[in-house]
């Protein structure tokens, strides 16, 4: 074959985000403003953006452009608006946003529970993600109330999805846990785990997931070395790690007295949070606060008041004055 006759295919990488932007403006060009599919096509320019904490504000923009065109021509108890409603709460969730979130939360499931009645997934789904909202606030007990009902309902359907019960028992437990009731918690994150390893396997990430909320429970009720030592078999056994497995760690090895090794877990979970979430996210903030604790027992102050300032910032706009969070940063600052 001769050089004119080759034929030379370039592969060029486009992220989610900008496919389902291509994919919009492909169908304005076809249809026009104003057919139903340029609203699907922006709700999935939405969903994509929300997946990267860069883009999070646009989406939410996005989310917001979608609402009010639905809103007009379908009324705020059509499922889609509401479906859209708690996509956008997700996205404001995740950007730290929980007044917010809380309010368009409760807006979805609301309006789900009339349209679509109390059992409907989608209804169900809000309830979930409304309780995950309250345990962030600092309102645990009412989340367990919410969690419990979604689980009672969920037990109780007809042909009940029993991966979709489990994670309403793992939201259960991660609620008494919030409450400081740590040997509930741990009773039913063992059950969970053992489950996990008969179901799928010891080896699977969820099952390393089961391990890490026990594990988080042990630390609680001071079972210290044996939490270490699950935590680090969840760091070796997961291919991935968003930063988390490496911040759990850290804590307990604060607990533990040993201070530079948690300081070396806490600069490697900082990187990968601030890579996964964003700079400025609360997941990034809880590791940004724990470094600000470990630098300052290892005597430098001025980095740990650094940290906490840059974590203040953050927690005021996102938690309630009167949250544990905050006044826990007065310590660090004074």
Partial sequence: MSRKEKKIRVTVPVSPATYAKMQYQALRRRHGDDHPEILRAAQEVARALGDRPEDQEESIETYQNVMWALWDSRGPDDPWFLEVVHDAAKVVFRSGDLARAEEMFQAALDGRERVLGRNHRDSLASAEMLGRVLT???????????????LDRRCRATGGDADAARVARLDVARSLLAQGRAQEAAVEFRALTEEAERDWGPQDPRTAGSRSNLAGALFELGELEEAARMFRAGLAAESRDDGTGHNNLATVLFFLD?????????????????????????????????????VARRGDRTEAR?????????????????????????????
């Fill in 136 to 150: 962030a606030v600092g309102r645990p007990a009412e989340a367990e109330a919410l969690h419990r009902d979604v």
């Fill in 258 to 294: 040993r201070f530079e090794e948690a300081e070396d877990e806490l600069r490697q979970a900082l990187a990968l949070k601030e890579r996964h979430y964003g700079r400025d996210a609360l997941e990034t903030m809880q590791s940004v606060e724990n470094l600000a604790r470990v």
């Fill in 306 to 334: 650094a940290l906490a300032q840059r974590c203040l910032a953050v927690y005021r706009r996102s938690y309630p004055a009167h949250h544990p969070r905050i006044s826990g940063l007065r310590e660090l600052l004074d």
